[in-house]
């Protein structure tokens, strides 16, 4: 049987935490830094699409704290993340969703004996699966690629497929990995690996700007089952 990978980008892609990274991450740069008013700086860089390495260095940098500072205490940024991001979420938040279609979708997949699905995200491992806890989603994955693997997302995409191949015990060729993602980061990256884009917005990042960055899809949402399965080269029969 030939097997098809299909990598799921999480924030924006899988679910929506409202906020919860974010606010995590400015709780651990006033811990660790002890920054007061983390939040203006913050609010100037864009997360979408970006990994966590990458995140903390821009509210590292707008805040005004120096890069070597940041590299002595990365660690200890991350430790603090971690654990503020697990306490937002073992707090119930009635703004936080899975997005539109992702279930069903999901379902779909996993049902199928010819599709493998993994992480393909900017989060670290850790942070993802916290992410995913309370929709129950992490099953659906048992493994990926993460930005405590590589702080670059295009690595991280080729280290996901990696994984994933390994863990099916097959060699699975560029041409049927598919990423799901909704930033034209996720494009980039699965572009730079030669695998299928399929992009669906989120709303935090503009159509026009996913349709610049040419996937080889752009759909509304994953609402639509027939008109994803098709984006992903799925045909309607397991
Ligand atoms: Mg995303």
Redesign the pocket.
């Known amino acids: 049987m030939r097997l098809r990978l299909v990598l799921f980008?999480?924030?924006?892609?899988l679910v929506d935490c409202a906020g919860a990274g974010r606010r995590s991450l400015e709780a651990a740069f006033r811990s660790v830094l002890g920054i007061d008013g983390i939040e203006a700086p913050s609010r100037k860089v864009r997360f979408?699409?970006k990994t966590d390495p990458w995140i903390i260095r821009d509210i590292a940098r707008e805040a005004g704290v120096p890069p070597e500072r940041i590299e002595e205490t990365e660690g200890r940024i991350r430790k603090a993340y971690l654990a503020a991001l697990r306490e937002e979420m073992a707090r119930p938040d009635p703004r936080r969703r899975v997005m539109p279609g992702v279930r069903e979708l999901l379902d779909v997949l996993r049902g199928r004996p010819d599709v493998r699905l993994g992480l393909l995200t900017g989060n670290l491992e850790e942070g993802a699966r916290l992410k995913l806890a309370p929709f129950g989603l992490n099953p659906h994955f048992p493994t990926g690629g993460f930005s405590s693997d590589a702080p670059d997302r295009r690595e991280i995409a080729r280290i996901a497929r990696e994984r994933v191949s390994r863990l099916a015990h097959a060699s699975v060729p560029a041409e049927r990995v598919a990423v799901v993602?909704?930033?034209e980061l996720?494009v980039d990256c699965a572009r730079a690996n030669g695998f299928r884009a399929i992009a669906v917005p989120?709303g935090w990042v503009p159509r026009e700007r996913l349709e610049e960055a040419r996937p080889d899809a752009l759909l509304d949402s994953l609402g639509d089952l027939e008109a994803a399965l098709r984006a992903l080269e799925i045909d309607g029969a397991a």
């Open positions: 980008d999480l924030d924006g892609t979408e699409g993602g909704d930033t996720d989120s």
